[in-house]
């Protein structure tokens, strides 16, 4: 059994910044490919970011260039690192473990396992 527990999110103006973690309780941390997904009020569940057990990484258009996505092996914890945000990223946001295709990282149906989510708020 493996869970995953979000951490991080809260009330931050536009520009600003904030670092969420998915901290993964279970075994084998390393061979799951982990992503991120953010679902806004009123809209479907979308991808934002994803990281291979090898730290290879993949970004949705929307937020490259500001968010970074890292893990650490060590401590079964994956990052976001979101800069410049914008009122637009208000959302809820969970974390994924993906065992399974790489190829596969911005379905959320690939995924095994899901956070509850943490809530990011982007003021105007």
């Known amino acids: 059994q493996v869970q995953l527990v979000e951490s991080g999110g809260g009330l931050v103006q536009a520009g600003g910044s904030l670092r969420l973690s998915c901290a993964v309780l279970g075994r084998a941390f390393n061979t799951y490919a982990m992503g991120w997904f953010r679902q806004a009020p009123g809209k479907g569940r979308e991808f934002v970011a994803a990281?291979?057990?090898?730290?290879?990484?993949d970004y949705a258009d929307s937020v490259k260039g500001r968010f970074t996505i890292s893990r650490d092996n060590a401590k079964n914890t994956v990052y976001l690192q979101m800069n410049s945000l914008k009122p637009e990223d208000t959302a809820v946001y969970c974390c994924a473990a993906l065992h399974g295709l790489w190829d596969n990282r911005a379905l959320m149906g690939s995924y095994n396992y899901w956070g509850q989510g943490t809530q990011v708020t982007v003021s105007s």
């Open positions: 990281v291979s057990w090898t730290s290879s990484t």
